[in-house]
Structure formats: C-alpha cells, structure tokens
Nanobody, 125 residues
Framework: QVQLVESGGGLVQAGGSLRLSCAAS????????MGWFRQAPGKERDFVAG????????DYADSAKGRFTISRDNAKNTGYLQMDALQPEDTAVYYC??????????????????WGQGTQVTVSS
C-alpha cells in the first residue's frame, strides 16, 4: 500500500508560479514511477509529467514542456511539480499518482496504481 498526499495548490495570477508536492508513505520502495495529472471540470484526467524513481526517465506533456519541472527527493519520499508561467487554462485539480513494479513511463491514468486526493490550482487572468 502506498499513500500519496498532495499540497501546494492555490490561487495565482496568470504568469505566476506554484510548486506542488506529493508526499508518499507506506511501501514507497515499490514506487518506480511517479506521475502528475490534472483534471478540469467536465474534462478527462490528463497527464502532465512523470519521473522514474532514479530520475533518469522524465516525460512531459506538450502543455507542460518549457514551463513545468518535475523532480523527486527519494530521501524525503516526495515528488515535486514546479509550475511557472501559469495560464488560466492550467486551472484544474492536480493529482499525483504512483506506478508500481515498473520504471517505464506511462501517460495513461489506468496504468497507475495509487492516487492522491488532489490539490486545486486556480489561475486567474
């Protein structure tokens, strides 16, 4: 079992920045790949970024490239998503997710085993 808790969301003006955190507890050694997703009202849950346990494999959605940076601190069992140059279209609930038993990246929510409760990010224009 792995528990994930996100934090760091909030309200920010367009062009601003936020740093999301995802604290993992439980069987964290089995977390081989961590992903960030987001879901806006009435829309599907979309992949944002992902990182392997070693940090050697990183994947970004096109919408995140150049603006968002994913990282992780294994000593703290915590993942991060630094979001810069935020725009109103980035408004959504952001979730972190853990993929067990494989370090292969995946953009499909169905291939993740555990999810956090989500944190709201609202970007005003």
């Amino acid at each position: 079992q792995v528990q994930l808790v996100e934090s760091g969301g909030g309200l920010v003006q367009a062009g601003g920045s936020l740093r999301l955190s995802c604290a993992a507890s439980g069987s964290t050694l089995s977390v081989y790949f961590m992903g960030w997703f987001r879901q806006a009202p009435g829309k599907e849950r979309d992949f944002v970024a992902g990182i392997s346990w070693s940090g050697r494999t990183i994947d970004y959605a096109d919408s995140a490239k150049g603006r968002f940076t994913i990282s992780r601190d294994n000593a703290k069992n915590t993942g991060y998503l630094q979001m810069d140059a935020l725009q109103p279209e980035d408004t959504a609930v952001y979730y972190c997710a853990a993929r067990l038993r494989t370090a292969l990246p995946s953009r499909s929510p169905r291939e993740y085993d555990y999810w956090g409760q989500g944190t709201q990010v609202t970007v005003s224009s």
